[in-house]
């Protein structure tokens, strides 16, 4: 395929991506398959000579959407959302057209310096301490993961090696091995599997925090200082905690307030885990649910799940660059490059796993900037203050039920009074069904 | 931006992308910028309104461009290829699209199937021993990774895993930690810096094994025998061994027709990264490097270096699918569906450590069709006996030196020998300034 057909194609890809969402709800959410369904339909190995793109093509609806599960639909309400938006998207294509792969500032500037400045853009929508911001005098700063698993990973890490540094700084003979053999990682028992598999991986004890529904499943302060004091005596030693901002079977918020205090104290890393929750900062009226964060040496979230930058975009900050990169930095001679000690920006060789990474701020480059953070915030907010006035004039036009408004911190609130002596509970559902299909038939009406 | 401009935008983006790649060689192929040079080219924080479209494309020149390295200009020769192809391209589009996070076959059937299948026909082509084919009675099988890091590191936390449960075996009453510490991974003092980073992730020692420049920097049997032995006999437990067929700095095959059996005479799981080489044994007359794989637990190599699948596509394979599933697997509530334990597939959740993934085996079925093998061949020998033929013609026409050719194994080989009583040094680095000023040409007159 030359750059000629390329443009006819590509041209026809979109349409055809446009096509596929703009009627995504007519078809089934889940497939209707059996595991294997797949190897049936295409040959047993790859052809010899070329296929034509029309031959490639005709199969995307006859092998590949039958077995899709389909995210975007509407109709999909299972695991997280994934984010899918159409800056996204023709970013996306861009970065697959440069198709640099970003390791050091060198292998491509561009790459490096945008991902730092666009951290720092999105480290300010959440009113992140300067310490998180590259652009300041702090040490700190952000850098893109795949995936939260890989940041709860990364934070690890950086954890483990300044503890082994720490404790080998005061006592220089202590076999390396044997600080390791004492470690212990601390989350909730309510974490996400990514965080005890973290454990496993860098082959450190990792202990599980009781939680208590009547807490809501947050982890308390006093449990987690019982458990530090429990271990230390017993001659282990603390020296992570990681710590949810939005557990996964309930989102639960642990107290970081309370708990961040005690790490600082005992020089324990507390990185902050809000994957899903986390988008939500951006809101002031939700800001609240991130204090604390001035405790943290760490703080992950993921904007390819709520804030529109498709996947993956798993954005991650610390409070000293250095530790993050001394937990990883190899320095073989063909990574070195003129610039390398002389910007506020991170090689990303010295500050992921991967090593290799694609040009991803392009996507939040484009995403924040043709939404703005209103159009950030109202994604987020999903509804307005008109459309809640829109839906009690349905309601109160529709003369079965009659409600009136009220004022709480500048939001327009649908106010429900049981008032009459005669009212029963199958009234109250009665009413209930009635304002749901309402607030339904409003919000299928909003544009996306 | 709705589906609507979308589209529009989406077809100029298509255009800009392919005016990008056809003019690529006039752009300078390194940037001439100074860290830091992009912050001071774009504000400080976050747009609060939405910015238009244009605004957004007009500064891909303004403060992109400028600081790219472009990879994919004629003129780069740093670090190694990355691939590029439309067909990937247009796969990673409809991708992009798609949308779906593929960490479970549940999470998307399609995703997860072809994925498998897939990397069937990529070990077809690499007439893989069928122990690693997941379409057959085999129990092995491929995924795709990130890059050949992540590979590694699986490789060695499966490693890992595997031999502490053969010691527990035995010895049930043994701490783990004492197992762990006593645990000890080889490579070539060749390989790449990633490997050694994979011990130090998984915490174990790593031991690079010394090469030679007489051995041509390869690992030799004996060498890692003798170490064995040594390691053995001081308390050690040798579990691994990652060898590499073509090293960063030279190109250095490790012997593993000689390495292989030693591995599994001491029950040491042998990775092969093959990261960068290992496209290339797609053509018959190069898979004779690749003999000895029949020894290998796991082997893993880029198609995102040089078999024209765009970045991110890291294909392993693995003898056994359990040994990988047994490193990583984790059960919680929400990643259970019907379907877990019925299928020759990997859930992607119990084979990567990201747990999440995009939909990159597109990438792969539009590539491996729209080429078919004998296209990616033809890629990979970038060149024909009839290039040679025309070479052979525009160098005996010019009448300044002359040759004539021969025939091997089927190739078309040119063939200089230095003949007259009068030839000097000065003459042969003439002719060969000549051939290579030929070459080029012809190079240049070929299509893509």
């Known amino acids: 395929m030359d750059a000629a057909e390329f443009r006819r194609r590509g041209k026809e890809m979109v349409d055809l991506i446009a096509d596929y969402l703009e009627n995504i709800e007519q078809r089934p959410v889940y497939p ?38 389909h995210w975007h639909s509407p109709y999909f309400y299972a695991y997280f959302p994934t984010a899918n938006s159409f800056p996204a998207m023709l970013a996306d294509m861009l970065s697959g057209a440069i198709g640099c792969i970003g390791f050091s500032w060198a292998a491509s500037p561009a790459c490096t310096e945008l991902e730092t400045v ?114 230390k005596a017993a001659g282990l030693i603390p020296f992570y905690f ?11 918020f642990d107290h970081i307030t309370e708990l961040g205090p005690i790490c600082n104290a005992e020089k324990i890393w507390m990185h902050i885990d809000a994957a899903y929750a986390g988008s939500s900062f951006i809101c002031p009226e939700f800001r609240p649910l991130l204090n604390g964060i001035e405790f943290a040496d760490s703080f992950n979230f993921n904007p390819h799940k709520w804030l529109l930058v498709n996947f993956d975009c798993s954005t991650m900050w610390v409070r000293k660059r250095s530790d993050l990169i001394g937990a990883f930095k190899m320095d073989p001679l063909y990574l070195k490059h003129d610039h390398q000690e002389s910007g506020r920006y991170f090689d990303i060789t010295f500050s992921c796993y991967s090593q290799s990474i694609r040009f991803r701020s392009l996507k939040m480059w484009f995403v924040f900037r ?37 004022q709480l911190s500048g939001q327009f609130v649908l106010r429900f009074a049981v008032c009459a002596r005669t009212t029963e509970s199958r009234h109250i559902r009665e009413a209930w069904r009635l304002i749901t299909q309402l607030a339904e038939e409003v919000m299928q009406e909003l544009p996306n």
Chains 1, 2 share one sequence.
């Open 242 to 252: 990681c710590a949810t901002l939005g557990t996964t079977p309930s989102c639960a």
């Open 32 to 69: 209707d398959v059996e595991p294997g369904y797949l190897r049936s339909l295409i040959p047993e190995e790859a052809p010899e000579e070329p296929e034509t793109y029309e031959d490639v093509v005709k199969d995307i609806e006859r092998v590949i959407m039958p077995g899709v599960t």
């Open 118 to 231: 666009m951290m720092d853009w999105l480290g300010k929508m959440l009113k992140l301490p300067e310490d998180f911001i590259a652009g300041t005098h702090g040490q700190g700063g952000g850098v893109i993961q795949g995936t939260a698993s890989e940041a709860t990973l990364v934070a690890l890490l950086a954890a483990r090696s300044r503890a082994v540094r720490m404790i080998l700084a005061s006592d220089p003979q202590r076999p390396e091995t044997d600080i390791t053999s004492k470690l212990v990682a601390y989350s909730s028992d309510q974490a996400h599997c990514s965080v005890e598999r973290a454990g496993m991986i860098a082959g450190v004890r990792m202990k599980k925090i009781p939680t208590e529904q009547s807490d809501k499943y947050a982890v308390q302060g006093e449990t987690l200082r019982r458990m530090i004091q429990e271990d």
């Open 370 to 406: 043709m939404y703005g953070l209103k159009g950030l915030q109202d994604y987020i907010r999903k509804g307005s203050n008109e459309v809640n006035e829109t839906l009690l004039k349905r309601i109160n036009n529709g003369r079965k039920i009659h409600l009136v408004p009220c």
